[in-house]
């Protein structure tokens, strides 16, 4: 994951992905950062409001970013190690209003980075960025029609590897699922994959023993039950696979 990272998107939107990722960033059971557990003593405190090292980067006034501004709120704070956790991670909310001289003050602290430091810069659009800013970041673009192109993409994939159930398990659609990019890992998406690949294993009833059937499709209406309760996805997908090995044979 970088540790430099420009959020594109509606403001509501990318400030509650900054939150996950930074949530994730500190989780201390996953290294899946998109998935934080939720459990955790990180994971516990930062739904206080309260966490330690995770730092809201304001404006001191109404219209921009300033110089000031990063050094009392980024630079000075990256001199020093993390109070608590492994990182410190900074959200830089309407970071398309940083002044030019604020981002060039900001180049050696994104460019040398302590090895502790995160840095997610919000913004509606990626155009006010300096060119040496942008070139050193990595440009995520959320909810953007790039990917929801990705999405059904990602959907495709799955509908090809439930319609091959008849030659292919499908513990093994499964795991071939699960080599999927983890961005794409998502709640909506994994519940997609799992209604295809319920209804493509119903059409293929008779290629399976009725012991085998009733195993697996127990676990799929489990998995979207657990799903259906803002369970971890990364949790439920692993546990799919562990109730699907239970009755393969």
Excluded: W
């Amino acid at each position: 994951m970088s540790h430099a990272q420009i959020l594109v998107g509606d403001g509501d939107v990318i400030r509650r992905f900054a939150n996950v990722l930074a949530k994730g960033i500190n989780c201390l059971n996953t290294t899946h950062r998109e998935n934080p557990c939720g459990e955790c003593l990180s994971c516990r405190v930062f739904d206080t409001n309260n966490h330690p090292d995770t730092f809201y980067v304001t404006n001191s006034n109404k219209s921009s970013i300033g110089v000031d501004d990063v050094r009392a709120q980024i630079i000075e704070p990256m001199s020093t190690k993390p109070f608590s956790y492994k990182y410190k991670v900074f959200i830089i909310d309407k970071a398309d209003t940083l002044t030019p001289a604020a981002q060039s003050a900001l180049l050696k602290t994104i460019e040398e980075p302590a090895p502790y430091g995160f840095f997610l810069f919000l913004a509606p659009h990626e155009h006010n960025f300096l060119p040496t800013v942008l070139s050193r970041c990595y440009l995520r673009k959320i909810g953007s029609e790039a990917n929801q192109n990705q999405g059904q993409e990602h959907r495709a994939f799955a509908k090809e590897l439930a319609d091959t159930l008849g030659s292919l398990d499908v513990l093994d659609a499964v795991r071939q699922y699960r080599k999927l990019e983890p961005i794409k890992e998502t709640k909506e998406d994994l519940l997609s994959f799992l209604d295809v690949l319920y209804q493509a294993y119903g059409e293929k009833i008779s290629a399976h023993s009725p012991a085998k059937l009733l195993n697996d499709i127990s676990a799929i209406t489990h998995t979207k039950n657990v799903l259906s309760q803002n369970a971890n996805t990364q949790l439920a997908l692993e546990l799919l696979l562990i109730k699907l090995s239970s009755g393969k044979g």
